[in-house]
Nanobody, 120 residues
Framework: QVQLVESGGGLVQPGGSLRLSCAAS????????MGWYRQAPGKERELVAG???????NYVDSVKGRFTISRDNAKNTMYLQMNSLKPEDTAVYYC??????????????WGQGTLVTVSS
């Protein structure tokens, strides 16, 4: 069974930094795309940062220049480095991975979510 386990959320003051991690286990499939989403109270889930295999990263405008998505293939882990955090970044953050399976539909897997709270 493929699993994504997140860590790294917490409470941080405005202007601070956090790094989220998302460790994948149980998969032998090729990663087609991966990304970080967030959902704030009363709002829809939005894509914050994404990586499609072979392409460069893309970011929602509100986090450009502040957030960086990366992956360590050796550790099967994806990261989201968040700098210059703002109160409006407060949300539950979810990692997501789409796996390619020959002859089968894509396998979409979500992490359990980690809460990021930016407040003084």
């Amino acid at each position: 069974q493929v699993q994504l386990v997140e860590s790294g959320g917490g409470l941080v003051q405005p202007g601070g930094s956090l790094r989220l991690s998302c460790a994948a286990s149980g998969s032998t499939f090729t990663v087609q795309a991966m990304g970080w989403y967030r959902q704030a109270p009363g709002k829809e889930r939005e894509l914050v940062a994404g990586l499609i295999s072979g392409d460069s990263a893309n970011y929602v405008d509100s986090v450009k220049g502040r957030f960086t998505i990366s992956r360590d293939n050796a550790k099967n882990t994806m990261y989201l480095q968040m700098n210059s955090l703002k109160p409006e970044d407060t949300a539950v953050y979810y990692c997501h991975t789409r796996f390619f399976r020959p002859g089968l539909p894509y396998l979409e897997v979500w992490g359990q979510g980690t809460l990021v709270t930016v407040s003084s």
